[in-house]
């Protein structure tokens, strides 16, 4: 064969016009599904009034039951919501103040946050130091030697930075998880407590 023949190819496209058992299946399984659906039974007037009178009973029995457990609590207030506790610049009751130590970022990953954000800037200066002098590095064209001993520094870097993206990424993940912790936790104390 030479090179300005040119094959043609064919396609049997016959598979096609057929129609697959699934397809039946899920077409049968539809129109069977639009015959079952009815209009719903309208109900008489007399159940529709027994099931609001219900209701309304349940309503009314949940209602005043929260009432009388409102009013035994209000009566005798625990020693936890007597006096207020300082909580940075707010003011809170010592159950807020409790509820609030709950949601509270922890120190230990505010640590940790601080100390990478460090280590990624020192890894971020030696990256552009690096790049900068690889960039400007005379290489001798006419010498595989110095082509190879290059293209190793370039991996080097290539590598580097590759794990610098990679660390940075998983920072970026850990800092948006701790201000959203503190971000509830803000929250919770400006609409609980009063500021100073």
């Not at 496209?13 to 129109?31: G, T």
């Not at 009815?38 to 039951?65: A, C, Q, W």
């Not at 200066?125 to 690889?134: H, N, V």
């Amino acid at each position: 064969m030479s090179d300005d023949t040119i094959q043609k190819i064919h396609f049997d496209l016959s598979f096609l016009d057929v129609k697959s058992n699934d397809a039946i299946e899920r077409k049968n399984r539809y129109e069977n599904l639009n015959k079952k659906i009815e209009e719903p039974k309208k109900t008489d007037h007399k159940t529709r009034n027994i099931i609001i009178g219900v209701v309304v009973f349940i309503l009314i029995v949940l209602y005043l039951s929260s009432q009388s457990s409102s009013n035994s609590n209000n009566s005798s207030p625990s020693s936890t919501d007597q006096g207020n506790v300082q909580v940075g610049q707010y003011n809170c009751t010592s159950t807020a103040a409790a509820a609030a130590d709950k949601m509270a970022p922890t120190q230990t990953e505010k640590n940790y946050l601080d100390t990478e954000l460090a280590r990624l800037d020192t890894v971020s200066g030696q990256l552009t130091a690096e790049k900068s002098r690889l960039d400007t590095e005379y290489v001798d064209q006419y010498s595989q030697y110095a082509i190879d001993q290059h293209n190793i520094e370039v991996d080097a870097y290539n590598a580097k930075l590759h794990q610098y993206q990679s660390d940075s990424a998983s920072y970026k993940i850990r800092a948006d998880a701790y201000n959203s912790v503190l971000d509830t936790y803000n929250t919770y104390l400006e609409v609980n407590c009063t500021k100073n």
